[in-house]
């Protein structure tokens, strides 16, 4: 990860990410259920921030939940997000957002795999860039 975090004005963001990116990423929206680019992706690689480019996610941690997004049991590195309290919609959820940028990424839940982290990490294909294993 970057030893500096990413700092760009509004507008740079605005400028550099499509306006369904700029939606998710930095006003936390949500793309509709079985839309996304990654939802039924099976391709081996790494899940980078669509905002900055840091690993997030590998190939070997997604599984098909049925959730309508790609979901996760586990994080690359456990620095790589940061998980914070979110209260809106009239519920309780975490939110996770990229550590390096800020980003908006989905939520985590429970519910995931029992035989592994029990964790379902539920992010925006948006919010992510994949780069294929060579």
């Known amino acids: 990860m970057n030893n500096v975090p990413v700092e760009k004005t509004d507008a740079e963001w605005k ?3 499509t306006p369904e990116q700029y939606r998710i990423l930095r006003e936390a929206g949500t793309e509709r259920p079985f839309t996304g680019l990654y939802t039924d992706h099976d391709e081996s690689g790494v899940y980078r921030c ?3 480019g840091v690993e997030l996610f590998a190939s070997e941690n997604k599984y098909h939940s049925g ?3 790609p979901a996760f ?3 690359a590195k456990t620095d790589r997000v940061i998980r914070r309290e979110d209260r809106s ?6 939110e996770v957002l990229c550590a390096n940028c800020g980003g908006h990424l989905g939520h985590l839940f429970n519910d995931g795999p029992r035989e592994t982290t029990g ?3 539920c992010i925006n294909s948006a919010a992510l860039d994949f780069q294929a294993k060579e």
């Open 15 to 17: 400028a550099e990410l």
């Open 50 to 52: 669509a905002g900055c």
């Open 67 to 69: 959730c309508g997004w």
């Open 73 to 75: 049991d586990d994080v």
């Open 89 to 94: 919609l009239g519920m309780l959820r975490t």
């Open 119 to 121: 964790m379902r990490y």
